[in-house]
């Protein structure tokens, strides 16, 4: 569906609205997608799809996955979250999980960023080279 000039700006303008302090608020997403709903200016599917595109973006921006071999205890995790949000800020979503097919270190996942110490990565990358 092609979008007006006009339904993304005020696309733009609903979701600079909806971020407080740095950190996309959900009452104001509620608030705003209801009243546009409400009012269905012209073109508010557009602005309302638009909308929920850079909502969609800005959660997966501010959400990281931290995958690990075995449980990390809880001293790393906080060193862990402390580092992230040293570089992402405050905010962010984090997720430790386990995946034993890394057979050691750490792949971290930050929206498109993703940190690879993996022992997997790593022996991809010998094979790879020879």
Known sequence: MKISKQARREAKELFR??????????NRVRQAVSKVAEVKPRG?????S????????????RTAKVES?????PEIQSEV?????????????ISFTQN???LGGL?????SDVYDGSVQ??????VESF
């Open 17 to 26: 609205i909806s971020i407080v302090n740095g950190v996309l608020d959900e």
């Open 44 to 48: 508010y599917v557009g602005i309302l």
């Open 50 to 61: 638009h909308y929920h595109r850079l909502v969609k973006l800005e959660i997966e921006r």
């Open 69 to 73: 071999a075995v449980a990390l205890p």
């Open 81 to 93: 979250t402390n580092r992230l949000n040293k570089i992402y800020g405050q905010g962010l979503n």
């Open 100 to 102: 034993p097919a890394l």
């Open 107 to 111: 792949r971290i996942k930050v929206g």
């Open 121 to 126: 990565a790593r022996l991809e990358n010998l």
